[in-house]
């Protein structure tokens, strides 16, 4: 069994970040383990609060966690302020050292769904600097596209010149904008090679739409370490998080979260 590690925010109600990643791990008959950036006070209604772990903690944690489980692939979600991307960026120069071949994917959750600030505006700045030349995938939906690349994406044909904008930046960085937001929910695939891909989605009536892309990153990080090629690996993705939508449970007063261990009924 593999081990794959999630860099990500503790959500208590797991939905979304480290609790729902290791649901999405183990469902892929990956073994995960999680160094946690923020304790967030959120429900399906929305996040109250958050309070970051100091970067000396999560130096600590990675540096553990390392010497004794090291990663076949990492998952990196929410980082909070500029000390835990920098804490972050340093752990993966360390891996890429040791194994140029381990796969990050970078979820570039910047902002909750109801608006909250989840990464501090230096963070944002030491991200684009320090982390993203150092990802191997990012995965930003509509809001976090625009606000890595400055540029205005609000529909589908502004979601390939803005990615296309990011990479430009990033030579080996494949992209995958989401758009989960837009009517037809058509997800685009730009590969570090120059290939182009328009995954199809469809719309399904649910109000389980808690933590989608933590689901997506994950399951992509997931299917990316048994060996998929990329666009396999983002397709099949895809469908893991849309079938989660879909047999999913009405749980709580709001965005309720997925289904994430769906595979594990068949």
């Known amino acids: 069994m593999k081990t794959v590690l999630t860099i990500a925010g503790f959500d208590p109600s797991s939905g979304a970040g480290i609790t729902a990643d290791l649901m999405v791990f183990a469902t892929h008959r990956l073994f995960g383990t999680s160094a946690i950036t923020s304790l967030t006070v959120q429900s399906t209604l929305g996040v109250r609060d958050s309070q970051p772990?100091?970067?000396?903690?999560?130096?600590?944690?990675?540096?553990?966690?390392?010497?004794?489980?090291?990663?076949?692939?990492?998952?990196?979600?929410?980082?909070?302020?500029?000390?835990?991307?920098?804490?972050?960026?340093?752990?993966?120069?360390?891996?890429?050292?040791?194994?140029?071949?381990?796969?990050?994917?970078?979820?570039?959750?910047?902002?909750?769904?109801?608006?909250?600030?989840?990464?501090s505006p230096a963070g944002l700045r030491c991200l684009r600097e320090r982390l993203l030349p150092l990802a191997d995938w990012a995965t930003p939906n509509l809001a976090e596209l625009s606000l890595l690349t400055g540029l205005h994406v609000a529909?589908?044909?502004?979601?390939?010149?803005?990615?296309?904008?990011?990479?430009?930046?990033?030579?080996?960085?494949?992209?995958?904008?989401?758009?989960?937001?837009?009517?037809?929910?058509?997800?685009?695939?730009?590969?570090?090679?120059?290939?182009l891909h328009w995954i199809a989605g469809e719309r399904i009536d649910s109000m389980a739409t808690?933590?989608?892309?933590?689901?997506?990153?994950?399951?992509?990080?997931?299917?990316?370490?048994?060996?998929?090629?990329?666009?396999t690996a983002v397709s099949a993705a895809k469908r893991y998080v849309a079938e989660a939508i879909r047999q999913s449970a009405?749980?709580?007063?709001?965005?309720?979260?997925?289904n994430h261990l769906w595979p594990l009924r068949r």
Request: aromatic residues 2%.
């Open 155 to 195: 529909d589908r044909n502004q979601l390939e010149p803005a990615a296309r904008t990011l990479q430009a930046s990033y030579p080996n960085l494949n992209v995958v904008a989401t758009g989960g937001h837009l009517d037809q929910p058509d997800d685009l695939l730009l590969t570090c090679g120059g290939e």
């Open 53 to 119: 772990v100091s970067a000396s903690l999560l130096r600590e944690t990675l540096a553990c966690l390392h010497e004794d489980l090291p990663p076949a692939g990492v998952k990196i979600g929410m980082l909070a302020t500029e000390e835990i991307v920098e804490a972050v960026a340093s752990y993966l120069e360390r891996l890429k050292q040791e194994s140029s071949q381990t796969p990050v994917v970078l979820d570039p959750i910047l902002r909750s769904s109801s608006g909250r600030e989840l990464l």
């Open 210 to 231: 808690h933590g989608t892309g933590c689901a997506f990153s994950s399951a992509l990080l997931s299917r990316l370490v048994l060996g998929d090629d990329h666009l």
């Open 250 to 258: 009405s749980i709580g007063h709001g965005h309720g979260p997925l």
